[in-house]
């Protein structure tokens, strides 16, 4: 995938940039795996905003994505845009003729076959196809990994990423993941081979804020130009805001360097922090 420019005919779209569509083969999904996203505007089941600067935007359809995928044999029918996720997704039919999606691994083409494993039976080690980790040689590039068995892909969906299996240790197979952090998931565990297509994803500029608006982020507001009663960084004559203090939210959070991890039981999974990762480089 390549990034397209806009011609600058306003300032606006002087830096504005666009993805390209030319991977994807169909503007018309399957209306039976569609569900119309409630707009919630960042509000939670009592009315109140637990996510800010929400709202508005275009109405968008959601897809219905198979993560898990049983075994057989499967035919990419079209390669999809969805208005919800960052990967394109692949429109897929079994062999019963029930049509599926799956998130669109890279160089995955129209008209190609994709097998998932069953038990007892491994299929090839090729691009899309879905195996236990078992059945993966070590070195691997793969994506949509399960975490518990059964349950579906839960790891590395999102468009560009790639994870890679770097050993095997009885029950276990140690994953580099993206972010650099090295973890422990069972053999039984099912992943796609291959890296989530669309990888340019993270290279486009949005450009205006009426793009930013149709996409359903409302304008963010910076605390020190508040008054003092809407943020702790805010009042004050134009000189220093809070200081010798780290900043914070408005309800007096720490926002940065604030460990915000709360499942503690899953911390004997991890062989390598990705923060230590990232420090080594």
């Given at each position: 995938m390549a990034i397209k420019p806009y011609k600058p005919t306003t300032p606006a779209r002087r830096?504005?940039?666009?993805q390209d569509f030319d991977q994807v083969t169909t503007k018309k999904p399957v209306k039976s795996l569609l569900i119309a996203k409630?707009?919630?505007?960042g509000r939670n089941n009592t009315g109140r905003i637990t996510v800010r600067h929400r709202g508005g935007g275009a109405k968008k359809f959601l897809r219905k994505v198979d993560f898990y995928l049983a075994g057989g044999e499967y035919t990419v029918k079209e390669i999809e845009y969805a208005p919800d996720r960052t990967a394109r997704l692949a429109r897929i039919q079994g062999e019963d003729g029930n049509l599926r999606y799956i998130p669109a691994p890279n160089n995955l083409k129209k008209g190609m076959k994709i097998r998932a494993s069953e038990h007892g039976q491994s299929a090839p080690v090729e691009i899309g196809n879905r195996l236990a980790l078992?059945?993966?040689?070590?070195?691997?590039?793969?994506?949509?990994?399960?975490?518990t068995k059964g349950k579906g892909g839960q790891m590395v969906r999102s468009a560009g990423t790639r994870a890679q299996l770097a050993a095997k240790d009885g029950d276990y197979a140690s994953v580099r993941l993206p972010s650099g952090e090295v973890r422990k998931v069972r053999l039984d565990c099912y992943a796609t081979i291959g890296s989530v297509g669309n990888e340019q994803h993270q290279n486009i500029k949005i450009g205006s804020a009426g793009r930013k608006r149709r996409m359903g982020i409302r304008p963010t507001v910076r605390g020190v130009v508040m008054n003092a009663a809407d943020h702790p960084h805010g009042g004050g004559d134009g000189g220093r805001h809070g200081s010798g203090k780290a900043p914070r939210s408005p309800w007096g959070q720490l926002t940065l360097g604030y460990k915000t991890r709360r499942r503690k039981s899953t911390d004997k999974m991890i062989v390598k922090s990705r923060h230590n990762a990232k420090r080594r480089k």
């Open positions: 830096k504005m940039t666009t409630k707009q919630k505007s078992r059945d993966i040689p070590t070195g691997s590039t793969i994506h949509n990994i399960e975490i």
